[in-house]
């Protein structure tokens, strides 16, 4: 009898793969799972009702006493490094990539010469060219913490953005951070004070070599509206009637660049312009002489939101610290049901077409 066997250089169909199959089960179901891990533990999958089975059984107990040394670390996984056959849609450069919201205690310096240890918010993010995977996240937080010790000024943040771009081998980064500063701040007639907390964020920008440095600051200010204002003085003169303008909460976003070797503007010094330009600034600690010196001074000094954004301007153009800069004014109406807005700009750096759609809905003082 002649016996014919297949070629074993060929590939086996399916016949054959559901043969040995069938050999695999039967040998498996007669030997014990030592033989079975001997041979291969996958094995065991193939036996009914262990086809999700994970033979041998993985530890459920934490390896405290584990250690994870260089050789060790070697051979994990880097996905995110990985060639460009790993890149998902489109293989296009990405202009800011990284994290945001990472919190720690910063010490700033003020302008009389004390040191502030305050909560802050920062972002961090780099470009990433169109060939590569993406970039280890983590490495972005270790970089920052490397200078987290000192006093921040933007020369520190400088230090910082240069890290970031060595360390992650990109060509642009940025480093955004966001806290809330405190300021004594005195009543109108009472005498007394009180701490005032302003919004502030500030940004170091390196793209293709220039680098920019950029100051955040929310100012909330009281707004009286011109119009009302006539108006009810009309009823009182005309018609002997007890008229009320309206007058609202309202918030300014002053951006503005630092203009190179000009001088330390500070945080100080961003909020006094901003009062001087509009100085109905809501006030902190108010008995009753206050709130009618309150009264007074917004009588004094109405309005429309547009005023509001030409009276910055003013200011901040009087300023030789001050390169380009933003105004964006948000008076959250108490006659309306909407807000009235308004966007001034200076010079190219934050010139746009388009806005973010909830830009307006972020000016809202949180008390």
């Not at 007669?30 to 999700?52: F, H, S, Y």
């Not at 953005?161 to 992650?168: A, N, R, T």
């Not at 009543?187 to 920019?212: C, I, K, N």
Request: hydrophobic fraction near 40%.
């Amino acid at each position: 009898m002649n016996i014919h066997n297949r070629d074993a250089a060929g590939a086996p169909d399916r016949e054959a793969a559901a043969a040995a199959l069938d050999v695999l089960r039967a040998w498996a179901g007669t030997v014990t799972e030592t033989e079975i891990a001997q041979l291969d533990p996958a094995v065991a999958r193939l036996l009914p009702g262990r086809e999700v089975g994970n033979y041998p059984d993985l530890s459920r107990h934490y390896p405290e006493d584990f250690k994870s040394d260089e050789a060790y670390r070697a051979t994990l996984p880097d996905l995110q490094n990985g060639p460009t056959s790993l890149i998902r849609g489109a293989q296009e450069q990405i202009q800011h990539v990284g994290i945001s919201n990472f919190r720690l205690p910063i010490r700033f310096h003020t302008r009389d010469d004390g040191d502030l240890t305050l909560e802050t918010s920062v972002t961090g993010t780099v470009s990433l060219d169109a060939a590569k995977k993406g970039i280890n996240m983590s490495r972005i937080m270790r970089t920052f913490y490397n200078h987290a010790e000192r006093t921040f000024s933007f020369e520190v943040m400088a230090a910082a953005l240069d890290d970031y771009l060595s360390d992650l081998d990109s060509p642009d980064a940025r480093i955004q951070m966001r806290f809330s500063f405190p300021a004594r701040v005195e009543s109108l007639r009472s005498g007394l004070s009180g701490y005032q907390y302003y919004d502030f964020a500030l940004e170091l920008v390196d793209h293709d070599g220039v680098r920019e440095k950029i100051m955040h600051l929310d100012y909330v200010y009281s707004s009286t509206c011109p119009c009302s204002l006539e108006l009810s003085e009309h009823a009182r003169q005309s018609r002997g009637q007890l008229a009320t303008p309206h007058s609202q909460r309202s918030v300014a976003r002053i951006s503005v660049q630092s203009v190179p070797d000009s001088g330390c503007l500070w945080f100080e010094d961003l909020i006094e312009l901003c009062r001087q330009a509009v100085p109905t600034e809501t006030q902190v600690m108010v008995k009753r002489e206050d709130e009618q010196a309150f009264a007074e001074l917004n009588a004094a000094n109405p309005i429309f939101v547009e005023d509001a954004a030409r009276l910055f301007c003013e200011a901040l153009q009087g300023d030789a610290r001050i390169g380009d800069f933003r105004v964006i004014a948000s008076h959250q109406e108490s006659l309306h049901s909407h807000d009235a807005v308004s966007v001034l700009t200076q010079g190219p750096l934050f010139k746009a077409m388009s806005l973010d759609p909830k830009l307006f809905a972020t000016l809202i003082h949180q008390g």
